[in-house]
């Protein structure tokens, strides 16, 4: 996943939801989906309940036919955010829509930037840390007993794509470690789906597509791998320092091996 350096030609539902608005491409997948902000400049954009201005508003796009089964399903995650927003701060679901070709999700934005952001990559501590804090509040936050979504091992093997199921990844996976916890897990707790307020502090999470009950070291795992390709090496540590744990090496790897395969 990565932010559009070319060029992105907006398909045209996108277009047509964007009304007046401004289309900005911001993020790209490898399976070729596409995130778009529409910026308002016009009476397109509806008000904000919250506090009576007009907000920007982010459209999640993507082909069908390029969907693979470790893929999220924007329904899905539609689902998955309307549960959360009444114990977490997510973004608040506009709609969810659906052709014989592609399907869509329009949120409202949240006036944060993603820990990705220039300003934080510049910061790698500030944001590490607060990736860390907000992992533990939606942890914390999430209530497992009602949760009415799972993310679990056994689900996760099952999908386990062809060609990285080599008899040696599948025999290690086989060999869980015992649950702990558990939690209810963000599910793609990588660092550009937590947003921060300009003070540094966390301010919410999206793309929960994955969100369910798991052990919390399915996301802690990625988190801290996540700092890596985002900020280089040497800020692992400051994820769990900060979600208030000491690293499990070996859930670690499982965790993280486990990720790769699906």
Known sequence: MSIPTEPVAAPDVVRRLAGADRVVPVWANELGGLTFRL???SDAVPVSEANGTRRARYVKWRLLSAAHPGEADLADEAARLAWAASYTPVPRVLEHGRDDDSEWLVTEAIDARTAVDPRWIAAPQTAVRAIGVALRALHDALPVADCPFTWSVEERVARVLPEKADPGTLARLADAPDLVGPVVCHGDACAPNTLLH????????VDLGRLGVADPWADLSVAALSTVWNYGPGYEHLVYES????????RIAYYRLLWDAT
């Open 243 to 250: 979600y208030g744990i000491d690293p499990d090496p070996d």
């Open 198 to 205: 300009d003070d540094g502090t966390w301010a919410a999470h």
């Open 39 to 41: 910026d308002p400049v």
